[in-house]
């Protein structure tokens, strides 16, 4: 059985972690290198940063989070947010990033994620794709962009597929029905995207209790368990995670 990875994810704005529900009603959460220093003590496999109001602010992510964040850790860190252009991915890889995560600009030119994994290689890009529940689409969940704002009229999941056969090495569902709640994964969304995909599929949105991680894997299909509420807040810790997986007979990497 393949190693499941624990990723806490950083929401950023104005240079901070901050956390909403439904991605709105945002609360300061600290500091952004503090956390990942702290994250990588206690054991996450890799981290993600993802600057929420850069495409809704019609900018890039701000590259000195991304070099101060990615100075203070040695796990793998993807950075997503802003994402527009093969540049911009350079220039975020260039400032420390392992990976680069798109979803807006992906869904406007899906030949960028060709070009992408073309250039830097497909473990190097995740696409994130934000739904809603939709009954009118053939999964029925429709696909949302700019930050969760903007229906496209798209199938989810149909999206998903196209975009591993465009050479995206790991997908990113977050279901706008659950995220910020701690109310759970939507495991019907995630075992959606990973019965439809082969690479890794992150479960994202919800995490509130030890029994969601588990339930993300073994129901949702999910390979690395995104959370962000319960780590920022220190409800859960990550090592109290693995250990949970652990006896519960998932394969986990456990520092001595």
């Not at 995560?101 to 934000?130: C, H, W």
């Not at 949302?144 to 009229?153: I, K, L």
């Not at 990973?194 to 919800?206: M, R």
């Amino acid at each position: 059985m393949s190693l499941i990875s624990i990723m806490p994810c950083l929401d950023m704005k104005n240079g901070r972690v901050v956390k909403g529900i439904h991605f709105t009603d945002l609360k300061e959460a600290g500091d952004p290198v503090e956390h990942a220093a702290f994250y990588e003590r206690e054991g996450a496999d890799e981290l993600a940063m993802l600057d929420i109001a850069a495409t809704l602010e019609n900018r890039k992510t701000r590259l000195e989070w991304v070099r101060n964040v990615s100075a203070a850790i040695r796990i793998p860190l993807t950075v997503g947010g802003g994402i527009a252009s093969l540049q911009d991915m350079e220039e975020v890889i260039a400032a420390g990033a392992s990976k680069v995560s798109m979803n807006s600009a992906a869904v406007k030119d899906p030949e960028l994620v060709r070009q992408a994994a073309a250039m830097f290689g497909s473990e190097k890009v995740t696409v994130a794709v934000d739904a809603r529940r939709n009954p009118a689409l053939p999964s029925g969940f429709e696909l949302v962009v700019s930050g969760g704002t903007r229906p496209v009229g798209q199938d989810a999941v149909a999206w998903a597929r196209q975009c591993q056969d465009l050479g995206a090495g790991v997908i990113l569902p977050t279901s706008m029905d659950g995220d910020g709640t701690k109310a759970g994964y939507d495991l019907e969304f995630t075992r959606a995207i990973s019965a439809a995909v082969s690479v890794p599929v992150v479960a994202s949105g919800g995490a509130g209790t030890l029994e969601h991680f588990y339930d993300a894997v073994v129901q949702g299909g999910a390979r690395i368990l995104l959370a962000a509420s319960v780590f920022h807040f220190r409800i859960l810790a990550i090592r109290q995670v693995k250990e949970y997986l652990r006896q519960r007979g998932l394969s986990v990497r456990l520092e001595g």
